[in-house]
């Protein structure tokens, strides 16, 4: 998810910047559809977690890192709602109609609204920084645990770990 999350951020920054164009409109279509895409693929991780519960790793000894780890993952799930959702209210409210791939169209989820528009284009913007940020303590927690702990942390979230 991360490594799609950072496309899509990287997508989304390329679309922005573009003039005005067909080859605009054409990654803001892309940019769109894999947003909600994730937002799927999210609802579809949420769902598997809740049907197939793991423990926590168990080479995390430090309380505070176990609550870190934890408020970690509460927050990366939050915006992986939060952030397509955003970018979904923000599409609604400027009242650009959106079809996922051309195919699907999607319902607005507010009325047209121009104001709106620009809060949740800001909220969005806002909370894509803070995806960021969390995605980068992630791997950097990860990271320190496989090079300096010697742990299996990192091979346990990438279902490949083995205990100890």
Do not use: C
């Amino acid at each position: 998810m991360a490594v799609l999350i950072l496309g899509q951020v990287a997508l989304g920054k390329y679309a922005h910047e573009l003039p005005l164009s067909p080859d605009k409109l054409d990654a803001m279509m892309w940019h769109k559809s894999m947003g909600i895409t994730l937002l799927l693929l999210a609802a579809m991780r949420m769902t598997w977690i809740w049907m197939h519960p793991r423990p926590p790793p168990e080479f995390v000894s430090a309380s505070w890192q176990r609550m870190a780890a934890r408020l970690n993952h509460i927050m990366l799930y939050v915006l992986m709602f939060a952030v397509p959702l955003s970018g979904w209210l923000m599409n609604s409210a400027k009242n650009v109609p959106f079809s996922i791939f051309r195919t699907i169209p999607l319902p607005p989820l507010i009325g047209p609204n121009e104001s709106r528009g620009k809060l949740f284009q800001w909220w969005h913007e806002v909370l894509v920084v803070a995806i960021l940020v969390l995605i980068t303590v992630h791997v950097l927690a990860a990271l320190w645990h496989h090079f300096r702990k010697r742990d299996n942390v990192l091979l346990q979230m990438l279902g490949i770990g083995v205990k100890p």
